[in-house]
């Protein structure tokens, strides 16, 4: 395992607010909000980044074609997934890090299109920034914003400068 990013004091604080559009309210409200959304703007691909977030979208018929889960939620509890899904991908990424094998999983499984869970060993949280980088333009990656609802990004030019941004300040040294 090759760590390749760590998050900085300042990012953690930043990144504490939604990076995309939140959408506020019950799953069942944020989900139809959000189908909503889908047949507006035709996105080419949902992905989503969470354990709950990710088994709300199944459950409301929207089927990402990327899931990055941990079976973990809000640190501690422990959340089943069960939905159909064509390739399941393991990876490890610790707390507080993008690992190399962690990008270089969500990039080959965005670039397969094929309905792939990865499930992360450590924490998925960070994950969100490589799906927006590697997705295609316009893709929406969904994560859950605890107590408020979800946030939808939009994979735009400008998100993607943003994190590459954010990637070069959180550049792990080499040792």
Do not use: W
Request: charged share 25%.
């Amino acid at each position: 395992m090759n760590v390749a990013y760590n998050l900085t004091s300042r990012l953690r604080i930043f990144l504490k607010d939604p990076f995309g559009t939140l959408i506020e309210g019950t799953p069942q409200e944020t989900m139809r909000i959000l189908k909503k959304k889908i047949q507006n703007e035709k996105p080419p691909r949902v992905i989503s980044v969470g354990d709950v977030v990710s088994q709300n979208l199944h459950e409301a018929g929207i089927n990402p074609q990327l899931t990055v889960i941990d079976y973990v939620s809000l640190r501690d509890e422990v959340i089943p997934t069960q939905v159909p899904v064509e390739k399941t991908v393991y990876v490890k990424n610790p707390q507080g890090t993008i690992t190399k094998e962690a990008i270089q999983t969500i990039k080959e499984s965005i670039e397969s299109n094929i309905h792939t869970h990865i499930v992360v060993e450590g924490e998925e949280d960070l994950l969100t920034l490589a799906a927006v980088l590697y997705a295609p333009e316009n893709t929406f990656i969904v994560y859950g914003q605890p107590y408020c609802g979800i946030v939808v990004v939009k994979a735009t030019i400008e998100k993607k400068v943003q994190v590459k941004e954010f990637l070069k300040e959180m550049k792990a040294s080499k040792s």
